[in-house]
């Protein structure tokens, strides 16, 4: 199985936290990556404050930031300029 490249994870995680904050496993099945490395990509997109962590009862929440938003949206922007279809 050929691995994708991490951009392509980095923007699927905005992908997924745009259409909802979630916590870290349901994001690792959302993405369809294990815990284990999906972690180092949100640690990387939490320092560059593109992803935010809350506590919501007593849970972590991961949550996409504004400027998490407008690279995703940028992302989107050159898919689509670039798209074969």
Do not use: H
Request: net charge positive; hydrophobic share 35%.
């Amino acid at each position: 199985m050929k691995k994708r490249e991490p951009i392509l994870i980095r923007m699927q995680i905005l992908e997924s936290l745009f259409a909802s904050p979630k916590g870290p496993t349901r994001l690792a099945q959302s993405c369809n990556v294990n815990y284990g490395r999906i972690s180092g990509f949100i640690e990387g997109l939490v320092k560059k404050g593109l992803v935010r962590r809350d506590i919501v009862d007593g849970q972590e929440t991961l949550g996409i930031t504004d400027e998490g938003y407008k690279v995703y949206r940028d992302w989107l922007e050159v898919w689509r300029r670039v798209s074969l279809d």
